[in-house]
Structures are given as structure tokens and as C-alpha cells.
């Protein structure tokens, strides 16, 4: 049964879940596009479903929505789709690509480097490797539905070992070996003040998750922090004495 409603014919049948093609022949090309139908400020379309069965018009049962189809043959039509146990939300979708967005642990460089020693009253600096302090992202579909979540690095943790707790806004600034040291500085930075054979350093990247999807959707993920522990070996100056 169908009426006819602003132009649109309004049909009671069933169509195929939204983002498949509609049935014409075997091989057939024909592809459809479903899009959400608003209509009186309603999310449902503001459309009253004629049940074949009696002489009364109500709202369609069940979860669902109202779509527009249009058809590259031609076929036009706005339809209420009941939702399928198996469908996805947008949120849900972008919780999945979330997950496989690939966030490992960071790698973590200083001055002095790793495996050198560093000196008591002299400042050690920590920076990420190239590459390590830009977003991520994944993108996920099923059928209509599509979503898009990105990780974005926020800040680096670092402690230090010493009970110190440095937190840095970036990724620290590279040591220049090709300049003089009174000519660079960083503020992701400690200075140890007694020696000690292996302080144990754990550096910590904090990621933010965002996410958007289809129907205007979107919103916050929750923060995913990664982080690695490591040696800093730190002694004492050695004074040069010589003879006058």
C-alpha cells in the first residue's frame, strides 16, 4: 500500500537494507543511495505508516528510520527500514577503527644518548624520534554507516627515576650535535643531581581520541597512553688537574 506525501510515494513494502543494491536482474549495475528522511523537524521523517491490515495510520513498530532511495535507474523513494540485530551505529564503528589504530610505544631519544653516561649537574634531555608526534587516524563502512576515529599525541610523561615527574606539551627538542650546547635548550629536560648506576626513566605518551561519523555524528574516545622504561646511567665530573 503507498499514498502519496510532498512528492515522494510513501511505501509500506520492504526494501533491502540500506547500502545494498537494489534487486534488477542478475549482473545488473544498478546502485542504490540511502540517506536518513527529515521531514517536521522529525528524525523519523514526521510520516504516519498506513498498516495494510486495518484502516487506521500509526507510526511503524520496531526500531527503524525513514530513508530516501534513489536508484541510478531511476527509482525513487522514501521507505521505512526496520534496523537489523546486526546494524552498527556510527559510535560503535568508530570504537572498532579506534582499536585498530596502530599506537605503540613511543621511541624515546636523550642527550647524552642512551648507553652514555650522563653527568651529575648537567641537564638530559628527552625527545621522540621523528614522526612519532602526529595523528592518527582510521577510517571504518558498513553499508551506509561510516565512521572516522583519530588518536592525536597530547603530551609526554617522563619520570625520571630520581622521584622527579617532567610533562612536556611535545615531543621535547632535538639535541643538535652540529651546535654549541650554550646555544640550545629544552624544556623537556632534568638535571640529576647525584650519581647513580642505572636510574630507571619511564617515558609516557598520552593520546587523545576524537571520532566522527555519518549523520553528523561525533564526539570524544577515551586516552590511550603508551610508555617505555629505560636505564640512565649518571656520574659524577671528573676535574682535569694538571701540572703548572
Known amino acids: 500500500m503507498s499514498s502519496d506525501y510532498t512528492g515522494y ?16 536482474g542478475k549482473g545488473s549495475k544498478v ?4 540517506q536518513p528522511w527529515f521531514a517536521d523537524g522529525r528524525e523519523n521523517g514526521g510520516l504516519e ?27 525513487r ?10 546494524a552498527v551505529t556510527p559510535e560503535q564503528l568508530a570504537r572498532r577503527a ?4 596502530p599506537i605503540a610505544p613511543p621511541t624515546v631519544l636523550t642527550a647524552p644518548p642512551r648507553g652514555q653516561n650522563g653527568l651529575v649537574g648537567l641537564p638530559q634531555w628527552f ?3 621523528d614522526g612519532q608526534w602526529a595523528p592518527k587516524s582510521k577510517r571504518l563502512h558498513m553499508g551506509t ?31 643538535d650535535t652540529t651546535r654549541p650546547a650554550e646555544q640550545q635548550s629544552s624544556t623537556c629536560s632534568h638535571t640529576y643531581q647525584h650519581p647513580a648506576s642505572a636510574y630507571r626513566a619511564t617515558v609516557s605518551v598520552t593520546w587523545s581520541g576524537t571520532w566522527r561519523g555519518s549523520g553528523g555524528t561525533g564526539g570524544t574516545l577515551p586516552p590511550i ?18 701540572k703548572g
Open 98 to 101: 579506534y582499536k585498530l589504530i
Open 49 to 75: 505508516f498506513v498498516d495494510p491490515g486495518s484502516n487506521l495510520s500509526s507510526e511503524p513498530t520496531g526500531k527503524g528510520a525513514y530513508y530516501l532511495v534513489e536508484c541510478s535507474d531511476g527509482y
Open 225 to 242: 597512553t603508551k610508555s617505555v622504561t629505560f636505564p640512565i646511567r649518571v656520574i659524577e665530573a671528573q676535574a682535569l688537574v694538571t
Open 127 to 129: 625527545f621522540l624520534a
Open 31 to 34: 546502485r542504490c543511495t540511502y
Open 145 to 175: 554507516v561510516w565512521a572516522a576515529a583519530t588518536a592525536t599525541p597530547e603530551r609526554m610523561t617522563i619520570s625520571t627515576g630520581d622521584g622527579e615527574t617532567l610533562t612536556c606539551d611535545g615531543p621535547g627538542a632535538a639535541y
Open 77 to 86: 523513494d522514501v521507505v521505512w527500514i526496520k534496523k537489523r540485530r546486526d
Open 9 to 24: 510515494i510513501i511505501s509500506a513494502k520492504r526494501l533491502p537494507r540500506p547500502g545494498s543494491a537494489t534487486p534488477a
